[in-house]
């Protein structure tokens, strides 16, 4: 026999902008769930439990009928409306929630994004936005019929192409399309190499001090972080030779370390190469703003020199074109190409097709390479603004040099000042100034401060300088 169960649901809130019925329909389900209507219990009439609490006797109809919908409770002829049998016990209470903790001072994590000097931002002009649009309403108008389907794990020919054509030629990178896999982002391309050439243990190279997020990748995929220090002339091949001479993989930035910006000299290219080609080690070519480069030609890339296939190039366009793109790259030897394809399929199966098309087309009929260029000049006024701004309002306390490649620099901080208190400082002054000793793993940390110049103008620029000079001066 059926059992009774009083029901107390608590009254409507008129005022909260959530209608009637969905208030009943979320409290009677939240009763069935959590045991306070067990199964086989009978739920009040719909007369009487509209009555009770002041409503239409048809919203009580719909919302027990939406319950039957969904298998909630069942209708027995003459016998009312009972919580389904066929529903579970209400399982044990969850164990309470940990306290959250308190906020990270300084701007939230999605505010960072526009505040002066962080990373990652990029340009864009009028000429480049009509261009996108009218490449975009160009393929929304005459749709591939590729983006009605599942496409290529490594993307579509026709962008592989295009980016091969690129990369030999401005990057002097050996490749065909076919070594090409399109990819959500240059990390998601470094995620899936690690995924498919480690296993947990195995030791990697990482330049001392280093990117973040590809150390956190390394320790998600079980590698040994094996620091190799690095100075003017890049990384010290030796010293990870001392190491670790054994290691599966090295993670380099030849063109621009990141952070420091040094540039890998070619006798330790050639050292590096040497070492891979001996021991059957990856290389991870990381070129992340290679294409910035404001003293001559953008310098050739490690993979151009490789003639023993060991080398991964990565690259990306959302820090040449803009972020929310999420499009990168990365070129592999014939042997990676197979599981690479592989772990791309079964993660996520193919790039966007229509951001492809657009890029495709922004290539091949060289609006790429303008924008290149007069993003070049942008970004070379900007940081020309910065570095004299910030030699104004704080040459004394602060070591700054231009870079000649890429979209951030590094300002020394003198006089024993903490980079960690003076990022702190000056995140409550609404400039995102990023410490740098905490991207050094055992080579004793530099004090500085990483600061982007891409995507803001020279008055802004001058005005978060004088803000990060307070911040500096406490």
């Not at 007369?47 to 039957?68: D, H, I, K, M, S």
């Not at 409550?428 to 600061?451: E, K, N």
Request: aromatic share 6%; hydrophobic share 45%.
């Amino acid at each position: 026999m059926a059992h009774a169960v009083e029901l107390m649901l608590p009254p409507p809130d008129r005022g909260s902008g959530v209608p009637v019925l969905r208030q009943l329909y979320l409290a009677l389900r939240g009763a069935i769930l959590s045991g306070a209507l067990p199964p086989g219990a009978r739920l009040p009439p719909t007369r009487a439990l509209a009555q009770q609490l002041g409503l239409a006797r048809n919203t009580v109809v719909v919302a027990y009928e939406q319950l039957l919908a969904e298998g909630f409770v069942e209708g027995r002829v003459g016998a009312g409306t009972h919580v389904s049998r066929d529903l579970p016990e209400a399982p044990e209470p969850p164990p309470p929630a940990p306290p959250v903790p308190p906020p990270v001072e300084g701007p939230a994590l999605d505010d960072l994004s526009t505040r002066p000097f962080n990373t990652g931002r990029t340009g864009w002009d009028d000429r480049s936005q009509r261009v996108w649009r009218r490449l975009t309403l160009k393929r929304l108008a005459a749709p591939d019929p590729a983006m009605f389907g599942y496409g290529d794990p490594s993307g579509s020919r026709a962008l592989r192409v295009a980016i091969a054509d690129y990369l030999r030629a401005a990057r002097a990178v050996r490749c065909d399309p076919d070594q090409v896999v399109v990819t959500t982002g240059a990390q998601q391309a470094i995620d899936l190499v690690l995924r498919v050439l480690l296993r947990p243990g195995d030791p990697v190279w990482l330049e001392d001090p280093c990117y973040p997020a590809l150390r956190t990748a390394l320790a998600a995929a079980g590698a040994r972080l094996v620091p190799v220090p690095v100075d003017a002339q890049g990384l010290d091949v030796a010293a990870g030779i001392a190491a670790a001479p054994e290691a599966r993989l090295a993670y380099v930035t030849p063109s621009s370390q990141y952070p420091l910006g040094s540039v890998l000299s070619m006798a330790r290219r050639l050292e590096l190469l040497a070492w891979a080609r001996r021991t059957g080690a990856f290389l991870l070519e990381d070129d992340y703003d290679s294409e910035f480069r404001y003293a001559g030609r953008p310098l050739a890339s490690l993979q151009g020199i490789d003639e023993a296939g060991r080398v991964i190039y990565v690259g990306t366009f959302s820090k040449v074109l803009f972020p929310g793109l999420r499009l990168g790259y990365c070129v592999l030897p014939p042997a990676l190409l197979g599981p690479v394809r592989e772990a791309r399929l079964r993660t996520d199966w193919h790039p966007a097709t229509l951001t492809e098309g657009v890029v495709t087309d922004l290539l091949a009929e060289g609006h790429f390479a303008q924008h290149l260029r007069r993003m070049r000049l942008q970004y070379r006024t900007a940081r020309d603004a910065l570095v004299e701004a910030l030699r104004a309002e704080a040459g004394d306390i602060l070591e700054v040099e231009a870079p000649e490649q890429g979209l951030k620099l590094v300002a020394r901080l003198h006089g024993g000042r903490s980079d960690l208190a003076v990022a702190q400082a000056a995140a409550r002054r609404g400039v995102v100034a990023r410490p740098v000793s905490p991207m050094f793993l055992a080579a004793p940390p530099l004090q500085g401060l990483m600061l982007g110049f891409s995507g803001y103008g020279p008055p802004e620029l001058r005005r978060a300088a004088r803000r990060l000079a307070e911040a500096v001066r406490g």
